[in-house]
């Protein structure tokens, strides 16, 4: 296999130095996976320089093959808006395949593709997209034929880091490498799932980008959903692409608001001055650059439903928040009191419930067993289980499958369309103000009454 040329226009962003590098460094480094870099940007950088920021991203890892990305990276200045630049850089490129990754805004993005439109792209070329990928169906569906006529689908990478997480990998691990959850997933021994982002983060100088977002975009109309899309899925035959995106565009294509009420299944709230842990945090609506008339949320929760066969009746609760006092991104699964208790067995208060830990990674079971003196007076107990957090981080897991040319992890056209369509009544409602804005000072448990 040849080796592909990376190209990451956006060179000089924080996503750039803070993801892409360093999940590029692990891979390489753990994976020995063979690529060349080329970095490019709008500002004025001699490669010298370029060199310098990638050593720094690359942080701790180091080894033989690093230092040759070192040694042979470029930096070329372009305007990933302009024509002629794109062709000027691209001709420039030392070996195909090449692999655009877009670690720019979505404007700009978007500009790139129109602009790519009058250049001459190598047919084997790879376009990497971030989120946010459109701003509604109708956007996104535009934006799949602007890049659709660049590149056909399997070359297109829309990036949603979720599915590069380890953790969110051993979903399938955890439910198709056993029998002993499998068997009981389903609305005749569920009663309820949770998805749950919660962030000790909070606007990290980002106003830019999450006040036009907010918590709805930023993470349930994106990776909550594609961590819906891997949970309730039917068993796939295969790993491979198509049976994977396939079963989760079904579990999508199948979801809608829970009784398709956008008003009464979303809650949305921000958060106040507060602190977290040692963090003194101002207000959201006093943070820099944020524009307190926009009402941007920065705690969301959608409950939806998935009208499948297996799932219909179960609540699936979809929550993201930032100011929050803990990390903690797990997906919970609470099944439903047990048929029937024997007379004589008392004590039963809670039904079971597994907690899957996507971070930190565990996993938790819960269940009632004999209490410690009477053993038919039955009591709660735990069992936790710490997973290995993978060789890479998730961006270097997002990677592999650009490098390989294997879009498993990447989000397909029309899954990206179906992550609006779901969303778009909770969007239309929270902008009519049919939903209120709640409040919760930073570092409590979010809005109250939950
Ligand atoms: C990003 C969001 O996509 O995901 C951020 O834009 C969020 O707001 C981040 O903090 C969370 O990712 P992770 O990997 O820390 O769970």
Known sequence: MTTPTLVVLGAGGDLT????????????NRRHTSVRLVGSGRG?????????????????????????????????????????DLARLIESLPSAPIILYFAVAPQVTERACRALADVDLPSDTRLVLEKPFGTDAASAEELNRLVGSLV??????????????????????????????????????????????????????????????????????????????????????????RDVRDGAAAVLRATRIWNDDPVASSRRARYTAGKVGDRVLPAYVDEEGVEPDRRTETWAEVTVEVNTWRWAGVPFRLRAGKALPRLDKRVAITFKEPNWIPDGLSGFEEPDRVKIGLDPATVWIHFNTNGPADPLEVDRVAMRVDLDPGDVPAYGEVLAGVLAGDPTLSVRGDQAVQTWRIMEPVLRAWRADAVPLEEYPAGSDGPSDR
Do not use: C, K
Request: charged residues 25%.
């Open 17 to 28: 130095a803070r993801l892409l590098l360093p999940g590029l460094a692990a891979l390489v």
């Open 44 to 84: 004025e950088l001699s490669d010298g320089e370029w060199r310098e920021r990638v050593r720094r991203s690359f942080g701790d890892e180091s080894g033989p093959d690093l230092d040759e990305i070192i040694e042979t990276t470029r930096y070329v200045r372009a305007d990933a808006t302009a024509p002629d």
């Open 152 to 241: 056909p689908e399997d070359q297109i990478f829309r990036v949603d880091h979720y599915l590069g997480m380890s953790t969110v990998l051993n979903l399938f691990g955890v439910r198709f490498a056993n029998r002993m959850f499998e068997a009981v997933l389903s609305s005749t021994h569920v009663a309820s799932v949770d998805i749950i982002l919660d962030e000790s983060l909070a606007l990290e100088g980002r106003a830019g980008y999450y006040d036009r977002a907010g918590a709805l975009v930023d993470m349930l109309q994106s990776h909550a959903l594609h961590v819906l899309g891997i949970l309730a899925m039917e068993p796939p035959s295969s790993l491979g692409a």
